[in-house]
């Protein structure tokens, strides 16, 4: 199996995930979206989340507000670092100023483009508690691109440890 299509649970350790909220709060004060990158490895069927990436990002104006932009001298650092630690990233998350959902530019411009890779969308600038349920969580898929999970199907997959 190509990517990661192969991978049936992904665990993130709530540091992990905490420290993706923290950044995207902080841009949020700012008004503007904030992303994060969740890197690991591949033990089988699962993908242990070891590492949050908080790449270096600029505030981009678009139509729809503020979007976080991140160039490509600071992705190949990053691809250079993954590379080094023998890691991978299987999941990026961002935030919105209000609605979680995966808009055109994020089907458009992911950080995480491998197949069976997760986009993880958080509303209200990440203000509140982390709730996985409250996130709109995308995988990409062969063939279909970014696809939204179910509640079921999110809880299946994402396990906070
Ligand atoms: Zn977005």
Redesign the pocket.
Same mark, same amino acid.
């Given at each position: 199996m190509e990517g990661y299509i192969g991978i049936n649970k992904v665990l993130i350790p709530h540091g992990c995930i905490e420290a993706a909220y923290e950044h995207m709060r902080k841009a949020g004060q700012r008004r503007v !979206?904030g992303v994060a990158l969740f890197a690991g490895k591949e033990n089988g069927e699962v993908f242990q989340i070891e590492r949050t990436i908080i790449p270096k990002q600029e505030a981009m104006s678009l139509e !729809?507000g503020w979007?976080?932009a991140v160039d490509g001298d600071e992705l190949h650092k990053i691809n250079v670092w993954l590379y080094e630690n023998k890691m991978s990233l299987m999941a990026q998350i961002?935030?919105?100023p209000s609605e979680a959902?995966?808009?055109q530019?994020?089907d458009a411009y992911p950080i995480v483009a491998t197949v069976g890779g997760l986009s993880i969308?958080v509303p209200n600038f990440a203000r509140g508690q982390v709730d996985i349920n409250k996130c709109a969580v995308y995988r990409l898929l062969p063939e279909m691109g970014w696809v939204e999970l179910s509640e079921k199907e999110k809880n299946g997959l994402i396990e906070l440890i």
């Open positions: !979206e !729809e979007l976080y961002h935030s919105h959902y995966h808009s530019t994020d969308v």
